[in-house]
């Protein structure tokens, strides 16, 4: 809200751009609660103000570059995505989310090669059974799917599905809209 937005420049204001970096969590979960409450236009203030002073808070971008895919602007979406990444490239969130803009975008070589970075940044962290890494995998299925490559797209289907039966249980929705896919 304008209260959270204007809490941040004061803190800052009086203490410098070093204390608004060490709350940066608190800061994204707060961005983020306002875009879920519908209150786009007021998150998307409150990251340009951000982002004004200080050009790599990665969590600013990467919702502005949101709000941007949201309103059905991919241009600024993708630019303000790559953003986000340039700033913090161990986000694997942004990597997906990038490959859904240029998946719209009909980019389909980019967006297999951001949701192939992506996969690879879950699989570190999470290892590669994790329910994230499925919905990675199902969407790089997807983007074979389109390139025509159909028995890779069917190949990381199977594997999206395996992994989601073996996490979620074989009734769970994404586990359903994964079959589907097949």
């Known amino acids: 809200s304008a209260s959270v937005a204007g809490l941040l420049f004061?803190?800052?204001?009086?203490s410098g751009?070093?204390?608004?970096?060490?709350?940066?969590?608190?800061?994204?979960m707060l961005l983020t609660t306002l875009h879920f409450f519908f209150r786009q236009q007021e998150a998307a203030a409150t990251c340009r103000?951000?982002?004004?002073?200080?050009?790599?808070?990665?969590?600013?971008?990467?919702?502005l570059g949101l709000l941007s895919y949201q309103r059905g602007d991919l241009t600024n979406a993708t630019a303000q995505l790559q953003r986000a990444i340039a700033a913090n490239p161990a986000m694997p969130m942004y990597?997906?989310?990038?490959?859904?803009v240029l998946q719209a975008l009909v980019d389909l070589a980019g967006a297999k090669a951001a949701y192939e970075r992506a996969i690879k940044i879950l699989e570190a962290n999470l290892g590669s059974d994790h329910p994230q890494v499925a919905t990675g995998v199902?969407?790089?299925g997807s983007v074979l799917?389109?390139?025509?490559?159909?028995?890779?797209?069917?190949?990381?289907?199977?594997r999206a599905l395996a992994?989601?039966?073996a996490t979620l249980g074989p009734n769970h929705p994404k586990v359903a809209i994964r079959g589907n896919n097949l």
């Open 49 to 63: 103000q951000i982002v004004a002073m200080t050009p790599d808070f990665a969590e600013a971008w990467h919702l």
């Open 145 to 158: 799917k389109a390139l025509g490559d159909l028995a890779g797209a069917k190949a990381h289907f199977e």
């Open 163 to 165: 992994i989601g039966e």
């Open 10 to 14: 004061l803190t800052v204001g009086q």
């Open 95 to 100: 990597y997906c989310n990038l490959g859904n």
């Open 17 to 28: 751009p070093g204390v608004l970096m060490a709350v940066v969590p608190i800061v994204g």
């Open 138 to 140: 199902n969407n790089l």
